[in-house]
């Protein structure tokens, strides 16, 4: 079907609900409205008809508010007060400074319609206008209650200090390339990025696309607090019973809890063992005394299986010995290290004053070495006298250690 069919049968285009559900709930708590058209008895998307180019910008605009009439009509309808999520191209928004679509949605208001209900999604990084204008107009939409999502954050060009200064209620993250076995590493960590931006700028994350379970559990565990898709939902041309998933929902997070207690406890015991192992290497070589780089000489060669660098500094980060740096099979001194500080490297002090406090190792998160490349982890170990031994650990190591990356 193409555009100019869709414009000549507009009044067979319908709008249909996507639910959206609540991490705290396990309930919809919303849908976001879609563009559907009937054809030869079928439903066929619309989305095709919103990208063509050669669709005039006011046809599009008017079969935008056709749909949205017709979903605002079943909406105040319903005795219920669920989130509107509304899909609006910015670059048409402002044609008119969002007059017309503002204007759509008083007529709502008068007959019912809480406007604190509604969710204008809107994609930040194809708007090709003055971005200060944008601004204007959603601030002047936010003292109606309206509320804000910024969606594919994290996709294509996000320019993440605009999507900073919009303070979206709700950033939209879709989870499509997590779809393989072997996600992208890379965009694995722009997901962790944008979740953090989120936290901070007071925004909740709403992962959309989910489509299989551990995409789910993903998206539970990397501070979800919306979820949408395939596999929760399909759209549907009407709303559905907000429990309908509940009971499964609550079922898969208790499922996603145990596992991941049971990574923690894991996780745990490596830490007290490997511990355990650097205590009594440390033993052996007492007798050495405070000739530190003899002592991470020998910790060397005890370690080798397990390490590829060792150090050690003094609370304030300054390096008291040189580095003992595995290459290839052998060890080299890298005596440039000594005196370098390394309080300026994230959660450096915090670690230091963990360990002072508790009087144990700790394992680093897992970090891509600067140095190697390497997907490492440090293991941090105070050896008294105000002096704290860095070990790290190698990638083939870590590998072979279950419940370490
Ligand atoms: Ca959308």
Redesign the pocket.
């Known amino acids: 079907m193409d555009s100019l069919d869709i414009l000549t049968s507009a009044d067979r285009a319908l709008p249909y609900f996507q639910p959206i559900y609540s991490a705290d709930g396990q309930i919809v708590i919303g849908y976001?409205i879609?563009g559907r058209i009937e054809y030869n008895d079928k439903i066929i998307s619309m989305g095709p008809f919103f990208m063509d180019e050669s669709v005039p910008e006011e046809y599009k605009i008017e079969m935008d508010d056709l749909i949205l009439a017709k979903a605002l009509d079943l909406a105040v309808s319903e005795n219920d007060s669920f989130l509107l999520?509304i899909?609006r191209d910015a670059n048409l928004l402002m044609m008119d400074q969002g007059e017309s679509f503002l204007g759509l949605l008083k007529e709502y208001e008068e007959r019912g319609l809480a406007l604190d209900r509604i969710v204008l999604?809107i994609?930040e990084h194809n708007f090709k206008g003055d971005f200060g204008r944008l601004q204007h107009m959603l601030t002047y939409f936010r003292t109606y209650g309206i509320k804000l999502?910024i969606?594919?954050a994290g996709q294509e060009s996000s320019n993440l200090d605009r999507i900073g200064k919009l303070s979206p209620d709700i950033l939209?993250i879709g989870l499509q390339p997590l779809v393989t076995t072997s996600p992208d590493e890379a965009y694995h960590h722009v997901l962790q990025s944008i979740a953090l931006l989120a936290r901070k700028i007071g925004a909740a994350v709403l992962y959309?696309d989910i489509e299989v379970n551990f995409q789910l559990q993903y998206a539970w565990k990397t501070g979800g607090r919306f979820f949408q898709g395939y596999y929760l939902s399909h759209p549907e041309g009407h709303f559905i019973e907000k429990t309908l998933h509940k009971d499964k929902l609550a079922g898969e997070f208790r499922q996603f809890i145990q596992r991941e207690k049971n990574k923690l406890e894991k996780f745990h015991q490596l830490s007290q063992s490997f511990s355990e192992r650097v205590q009594e290497s440390l033993a052996k070589f007492k007798k050495i005394g405070s000739d530190y780089d003899a002592l991470i000489r020998e910790l060397s060669l005890d370690l080798t299986d397990c390490s590829f660098r060792i150090y050690i500094c003094n609370e304030e980060g300054f390096q008291q010995t040189e580095n003992i740096f595995k290459s290839g099979e052998t060890w080299v001194s890298q005596p440039e290290y000594k005196l370098k500080n390394w309080s300026w490297r994230p959660y450096f002090l915090e670690t230091i004053f963990r360990m002072r406090r508790n009087n144990r190792g700790y394992f680093s998160d897992l970090y891509r070495d600067i140095e190697t490349g390497e997907s490492i982890r440090t293991f941090s170990y105070p050896i008294g006298e105000g002096l704290y031994l860095f070990i790290d650990l190698p990638y083939a190591y870590l590998y072979d250690q279950d419940g370490m990356l």
């Open positions: 976001e879609l999520f899909n999604e994609t999502a969606e594919n939209k959309e």
